[in-house]
C-alpha cells in the first residue's frame, strides 16, 4: 500500500516563502509522475506542478516563475518550493503519484493534505 504524507504547511505572510514535502512509502523512482495539486472548498483539486520519471516539468501558469518542484530519490521525497505567495496561493494542497502498469492502466495515490494560510 502505498502512502504518501505531505508536510510543511502552515501560515506565511504574502510575498514569503514555504516549502512542502511529500514522503513516499517507497521508492519513487516507481512512480510514473508525481505533482502537487490544490483544492479550495466547494471546488475542484487543480495541477499546481507535476514531474515525470523523466524528468520532464510542467506547471500551473499563474505559479511559473515563483513555485519549483523537484524530488529527491534517495529520500523518497517530493518538494515544492513556493516563493512569492500571494493571498490567493492559500489552499490545501495535496501530493499525488501515479503509476502505469501494462494496458494503460494507471493507479494513483493521494496524500492527506496540508494546508497554506497566507495572511499577514
Known amino acids: 500500500q502505498v502512502q504518501l504524507v505531505e508536510s510543511g504547511g502552515g501560515l506565511v505572510q504574502p510575498g514569503g516563502s514555504r516549502r512542502l514535502s511529500c514522503a513516499a512509502s517507497?521508492?519513487?523512482?516507481?512512480?510514473?509522475?508525481m505533482g502537487w495539486y490544490r483544492q479550495a472548498p466547494g471546488k475542484q483539486r487543480e495541477l499546481v506542478a507535476r514531474i515525470t520519471s523523466g524528468g520532464s516539468i510542467n506547471y500551473a501558469d499563474y505559479v511559473k516563475g515563483r513555485f519549483t518542484i523537484s524530488r529527491d530519490n534517495a529520500k523518497n521525497t517530493l518538494y515544492l518550493q513556493m516563493n512569492d505567495l500571494k493571498h490567493e496561493a492559500a489552499d490545501d494542497y495535496y501530493c499525488?503519484?501515479?503509476?502505469?502498469?501494462?494496458?494503460?492502466?494507471?493507479?494513483?495515490?493521494w496524500g492527506q493534505g496540508t494546508q497554506v494560510t497566507v495572511s499577514s
Open positions: 499525488a503519484a501515479r503509476r502505469e502498469r501494462i494496458a494503460g492502466v494507471k493507479d494513483d495515490y
Open positions: 517507497g521508492s519513487i523512482l516507481s512512480f510514473n509522475a
